[in-house]
């Protein structure tokens, strides 16, 4: 039989469950339910956790965003991606997209380039190129701009 919380202990709960790592109103809304809180105290709880600070869109947008850029190396079309899947505001998304700079953002990308440029093998350079720029395109950068590094660094032979 599943544990039914009061109130307060939903509260102190998400307040833990918040302050360990940043959240968005989603995952909390999912953690409420999977902890059986009646319904009706489920938005009363996401209120005081927005007014208490444990819980703020903006802040959780920025920090997915540099997450996910400095760890996982996605680029700025996958992590925008993510982010509405999640429910993020606009506003919210732009304010995370301004945490990765410019410089930063086309060094990572160069760096992705050569390093699956070192791993790959191809019968020509332009089964070569391909290879290479899906691999960065798929990791969410735009494609144009992939496809401009990696003629860049991998220049016609001719």
Not at 97 to 107: C, F, H, K, S
Request: some cysteine; aromatic content about 12%; proline content about 3%.
């Amino acid at each position: 039989m599943p544990k039914w919380y009061s109130k307060e202990e939903a509260l102190q709960k998400l307040q833990r469950y918040c302050a360990y790592q940043d959240r968005c109103h989603q995952e909390v809304r999912q953690q409420l339910r999977d902890m059986n809180v009646y319904p009706d105290w489920q938005e009363e709880i996401i209120v005081a956790l927005i007014e208490e600070n444990f819980l703020n869109e903006e802040r959780f947008a920025c920090s997915y965003v540099r997450g996910k850029f400095r760890m996982k190396q996605w680029g700025r079309v996958r992590i925008k991606q993510e982010l509405r899947r999640r429910d993020i505001s606009d506003y919210c998304i732009r304010k995370g997209m301004a945490e990765i700079e410019e410089p930063a953002y086309r060094e990572t990308l160069r760096g992705l380039i050569v390093k699956k440029g070192d791993r790959t093998e191809a019968d020509n350079l332009w089964g070569f190129r391909n290879k290479v720029a899906r691999f960065v395109i798929d990791k969410g950068y735009e494609p144009a701009l992939v496809w401009a590094a990696v003629k860049d660094i991998y220049p016609d032979d001719t």
